[in-house]
């Protein structure tokens, strides 16, 4: 009989950003004030938002650099480096020569009936969400089989098949959450069903 091997796997990384639930809630809600207020306050980004994130807001196209102008987002970006390195160590990165740098970090907030489309994340080695808000009924994150384009032929999978082979797999995340991947696997939030808003906050780390 022959022998069946798995390879070139896609990893995906979810963990609480801390271990003290208290400590967590103190973040967020510092984070919180500040996502809500630069919502109302980036007209750049509030223009950027009206023609690229419908009924939403982000800073990506304007306050993309947050953990350089709030010591809270520098503070986020310090407690996600540890999982940036413990992630790198199950990719098994050789990073002897650089270490990976948290380039970008924007806010995402995201009312009732809005979503974002399939992107992925370019110019950049690791990617993520860290989950500031998940109202009850929010939307997931939406990852894409990276060969899907490659299938040609291929049959559907079965409803019954292993996460691992599925073409789609949603990871719905908590508040207090971070999510990582690497920055090539393309991604999608589906439209919000929550009345209350989700508020999150991406970024990338590079090594160079």
Same mark, same amino acid.
């Given at each position: 009989?022959? @022998? %069946? $091997?798995? !390879?070139? #796997?896609? !990893? &995906?990384? $979810?963990? #609480?950003?801390q271990s003290k639930a208290?400590? =967590?809630?103190?973040?967020? *809600?510092? !984070?919180?004030?500040? @996502?809500m207020q630069f919502a109302e306050d980036d007209e750049a980004g509030q223009r950027w938002s009206d023609r690229n994130y419908p009924g939403g807001y982000t800073s990506y196209g304007s306050l993309c650099r947050l953990q350089t102008v709030s010591p809270t987002f520098a503070r986020l970006g310090?407690? !996600?480096?540890? +999982? %940036?390195?413990?992630?790198?160590?199950e990719l098994a990165l050789d990073l002897r020569a650089r270490e990976l740098v948290m380039t970008d970090c924007w806010v995402n907030i995201?009312? @009732?009936?809005?979503g974002h489309s399939l992107h992925l994340h370019p110019l950049s080695?690791?990617?993520? &969400?860290?989950?500031?808000?998940t109202p009850p009924s929010s939307a997931a994150l939406k990852f894409e089989d990276p060969r899907l384009d490659r299938f040609m032929a291929a049959p559907p999978r079965r409803a019954d098949a292993a996460p691992a082979l599925q073409p789609?797999? =949603?990871?719905?995340?908590?508040?207090?959450?971070? %999510?990582?991947?690497?920055?090539?696997? *393309? +991604?999608?939030?589906?439209?919000?069903?929550? *009345? @209350?808003?989700?508020?999150s906050i991406s970024f990338n780390f590079n090594w160079f």
């Open positions: 009989m022959g @022998a %069946i $091997q798995s !390879l070139f #796997p896609t !990893l &995906i990384y $979810q963990a #609480p950003l208290v400590a =967590t809630r103190e973040l967020n *809600r510092q !984070l919180l004030r500040e @996502a310090q407690l !996600l480096g540890r +999982h %940036i390195k413990r992630y790198a160590r995201m009312p @009732a009936g809005v080695t690791v990617s993520g &969400i860290y989950y500031v808000r789609w797999r =949603t990871v719905r995340p908590r508040a207090g959450e971070c %999510i990582l991947f690497e920055s090539w696997l *393309r +991604h999608e939030v589906p439209v919000n069903q929550s *009345r @209350a808003d989700r508020v």
